[in-house]
């Protein structure tokens, strides 16, 4: 994988490949950012930069020590040092994830009866999930291996694995390197880890993908230069939806502004992208506001019938309005302008958080996301539709008729 494979994340490989560049960088990375924004494919991009021969310069008599201070030469041309080249062997292999001198560790269940199960054990499934979902997380990975209920680890065994590995010489690169994802799952056992990461040996690199600051063990945490790695950008995530034609680009603007900057989640909402959460939005509220209880009725038993994770998509539109309306609010409602929205989706967003700002105060804004959050917490945990909806149109109702009662004395 190279780094123009990547969705956005610009700056921070810019980050990465200076800090290389300028020998700022540490032996141990911990890469840190949610779910979706590709943190992982950051790390096998990066991995793939460092052992590329073109970067190297391995296609060159070297004439020192200093790995990236060489320039080397491409058809006569200085080559392009803000990505690997692609074509190497090492990139070929690296892009294949079967690069020997990259070892991945990543959460695994026991499968073995006699001896503890480690990485290598899954590589081959692993190497098919990464492939096909370079945007999964920990719990697709965790089904795509039929884990079922059972919990995943990073085992004792597995840290002394990674130790035995990068203790051994490299075998066609110059580094060694360590991809582990999801450090989270690490427990005590991780403090293995400690003196290979303090005292690692020459030309060693290990990277931490994680996404959970909290669930990292601090020890490992304490040692580790931390690079953060943002949500991605709407806009980037739509045109990359486009790119690869999954769909038309005002449905890509509507889903990666639903998204939240995460690329999984956007995939996820794509296989949904034919309802009409605007039209069953605008239904709820009208039955709210205008057409009273027997529309109510109507509209929870409709919703009812969607199924969990389409009310769940729904609630999570409509909180994408809601958090529309605050920074509406807080520009002052005067910045509203339906018609300066750059597609018809963003336009329709704009203009029903617009409504809902001419309903409400800054107060029951923020009453209304806490109950939506609510919901939503409750519909993933199976809670009865029928009554979940009946009870927050109820709870909607009551939140926004108060700012009546305070308009009208
Ligand atoms: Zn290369």
């Known amino acids: 994988m190279q780094f123009k494979d990547i969705i956005g994340q610009t700056e921070t490989r810019q980050h990465l490949t200076d800090m290389l560049q300028q020998n700022r960088l540490s032996h141990a990375l911990l890469f840190l950012g949610k779910e979706g924004n590709g943190s992982l494919n950051l790390a096998r991009a990066f991995a793939q930069y460092v052992v590329c021969e073109k970067v190297n310069g391995m296609n060159k008599p070297t004439t020192g020590t200093s790995l990236f201070g060489e320039e080397p030469i491409s058809n006569g041309q200085p080559f392009d040092k ?136 601090p020890t490992i945490l304490s040692r580790t230069q931390l690079v953060k790695v943002p949500m991605l950008f709407a806009s980037a995530i739509a045109q990359q939806l486009v790119e690869d034609k999954l769909t038309d680009a005002d449905n890509a603007q509507q889903i990666a502004l639903m998204s939240e900057g995460n690329y999984r989640e956007a995939l996820r909402l794509l296989q949904h992208a034919d309802d009409n959460w605007e039209l069953l939005l605008r239904d709820w509220m009208n ?107 109820i709870r909607i109702y009551y939140i926004i008729s108060n700012k009546s009662v305070i308009l009208v004395p």
């Not at 060694?176 to 030309?203: C, Q, R, T, V």
């Not at 027997?294 to 729904?314: C, L, P």
């Open 82 to 217: 803000s990505d690997s080249c692609g074509q190497c062997s090492a990139c070929m292999k690296a892009a294949k994830l079967v690069h020997p001198d990259i070892h991945f560790s990543f959460p695994i269940i026991s499968i073995k009866k006699d001896r503890p199960t480690v990485s290598n054990d899954m590589i081959t499934e692993w190497r098919k999930f990464i492939l096909e979902n370079p945007y999964g997380n920990s719990y697709d990975w965790l089904q795509a291996i039929e884990a079922e209920n059972k919990q995943g680890n990073i085992t004792s065994k597995e840290c002394e694995e990674i130790i035995k590995k990068l203790m051994l010489k490299s075998f066609e690169s110059k580094h060694k390197i360590l991809i582990m994802w999801m450090p989270e799952y690490l427990g005590n056992e991780g403090n293995k880890l400690l003196k290979l990461i303090e005292e690692p040996p020459a030309d060693t690199l290990m990277i931490f993908v994680a996404e959970n600051e909290q669930q990292i063990l």
């Open 287 to 393: 039955s709210i506001v205008r057409t009273g209880p027997a529309a109510q009725v109507k509209w929870v038993e409709d919703v009812a019938k969607i199924g969990r994770e389409k009310q769940k998509q729904f609630l999570q539109y409509f909180n994408h309005v809601l958090s529309h309306a605050v920074r509406l609010k807080a520009m002052g409602d005067a910045a509203f302008d339906p018609s300066l929205a750059e597609n018809e989706t963003q336009s329709a967003i704009s203009g029903f958080a617009g409504k809902i700002n001419r309903l409400c105060h800054f107060d029951q804004l923020e009453a209304l996301v806490r109950e939506i959050d609510q919901a939503t917490y409750h519909v993933e945990r199976n809670a009865n539709a029928k009554i979940l909806f009946h009870a927050l149109t």
